[in-house]
């Protein structure tokens, strides 16, 4: 199976490149240079910097997107999958359903449940080192509206931490 994950750097991507590769899938990992190495040592077996390269101008045959960045223009992946594959938007995105079903791809707004023995399967993987955590900033808790203004700068590398002092 091959994954491309839009915003692979990304609090929810990195954790989607790492999960994906567990799973035996040759991964595209796609966010803007400066990640590639973050990228490649998590996992990624392809990289594309979106500063320079459109997805859609050089992968097809996908099997999977997960799209962890959203916005308008989201469409312009349904273009890399193979017939019979599927988008996963992290956010809710409209995809017109003509355009879907004529490329003969399914899109998939799932909502995330709680479960418990998934859960349990990753706090395995987490204590046996197969998934990592990439750590952006961290902020104390008195500064969470820092820590806001830095996730609206966007670019971030792995998850913003707010620390709690007991």
Known sequence: M??????????????AVQLAKWKGAHVIAVAS?????????????????YTRTQAADVVSG???VIDT???????????????GGTMLPVFFAQYDP????????TVSNIQVRSNGRQL?????????GTLQVGVD???????????????AQG???GKIVLTVVS
């Open 2 to 15: 091959t994954v491309l994950v839009n915003g692979a750097a990304g609090g929810v991507g990195h954790f």
């Open 155 to 157: 670019h971030i590398q």
């Open 98 to 105: 003509e355009e879907t079903a004529s490329l003969g791809i």
């Open 33 to 49: 240079g400066r990640h590639e190495q973050f990228l490649r040592k998590l996992g990624a077996d392809e990289f594309i910097d």
């Open 69 to 83: 960045v959203g916005g308008p223009d989201s469409s312009r992946f349904l273009t890399v999958l193979k017939r």
């Open 62 to 64: 996908v099997d999977l």
């Open 137 to 151: 900033s961290t902020y104390p808790l008195s500064e969470a509206g820092s820590a806001h203004t830095r996730a």
């Open 120 to 128: 349990a399967e990753i706090g395995r993987l987490f204590d046996e």
